[in-house]
């Protein structure tokens, strides 16, 4: 079947250190692969995405490649700030027929000190 | 802001009772997916409408329907709510059906059943 496994947390690093969070997944097919945020009492948001093998996703410093020979979709940020303390969630979406559902990693809890 | 609100924010219901949770999709969005946040866990897939009608459904019993309107809000209905059904519960939108379109989410509603 279809999972995502991420690294247990809580993730604890000071401000402008470097961030990764690990995430594999085991899929049929060619899946998409996302990473979302979540901070205290919200939704999620989408942070990046990559749809294909050796695709980069970033956004707002954060990056993952799309590794297809490892599956995996690490999380990275070279210089994390106290905002950046969220739970993370990697997901990935595999489409039968039309529908594209999530399936979703636990989630890794980041905190960031000053 | 991801343009998708999700009504009402919180909800207290008594175990047996039946609730309808409402979200209003992002501007040209006509597909609509729901999913289940227990505290400390991932997001999990409970069923997806497109063009008003299901397109995929998760692990979830018959007591959990829904439905999606001609503009394209939603509703998902639980009937006799058990305990476990206490949960975040978050509504997402995209663009279009399919494994490689973004899905963004509400802020969710988070139930308590007692």
């Known amino acids: 079947g279809n999972s995502v496994t991420q690294m247990e947390g809580p993730v604890t690093l000071s401000e402008e250190a470097f961030l990764t969070i690990n995430c594999t997944y085991t899929?049929?097919?060619?899946?998409?692969l996302f990473w979302y945020v979540q901070y205290p009492g919200e939704g999620l948001q989408l942070l990046l995405k990559?749809?294909?093998?050796?695709d980069k996703g970033s956004n707002k410093g954060f990056e993952a490649t799309y590794r297809k020979e490892t599956t995996s979709f690490h999380l990275e940020k070279g210089s994390v700030q106290v905002s950046d303390s969220a739970v993370y969630f990697c997901?990935?979406?595999?489409?039968?027929?039309?529908?594209?559902?999530?399936?979703f990693g636990q989630g890794t809890t980041l905190q960031v000190k000053p | 802001e991801t343009g998708v609100t999700q009504s009402p924010t919180h909800l207290i219901k008594t175990r047996g009772q039946q609730v309808t949770l409402r979200c209003s999709s992002q501007?040209?969005?006509?597909?609509v997916s729901w999913y289940q946040q227990a505290l400390g866990q991932g997001p999990q897939f409970i069923f997806q409408?497109?063009?008003?009608?299901?397109?995929g459904r998760g692990n979830f019993p018959p007591r959990f329907s829904g439905l999606q309107f001609p503009n394209y809000s939603s509703e998902l209905n639980v009937n006799a709510l058990e305990l476990d059904d206490s949960a975040l519960y978050l509504c997402?939108?995209?663009?279009?059906?399919?494994?490689?379109?973004?899905?963004?989410f509400g802020p969710g509603t988070r139930l308590t059943v007692t």
């Open positions: 899929a049929t097919g060619y899946p998409s």
């Open positions: 997402a939108s995209s663009l279009i059906s399919g494994a490689n379109y973004e899905q963004y």
């Open positions: 997901a990935l979406s595999v489409g039968s027929g039309n529908t594209g559902k999530l399936i």
């Open positions: 501007s040209g969005h006509n597909t």
């Open positions: 990559a749809t294909k093998a050796d």
């Open positions: 409408y497109y063009r008003e009608e299901e397109n």
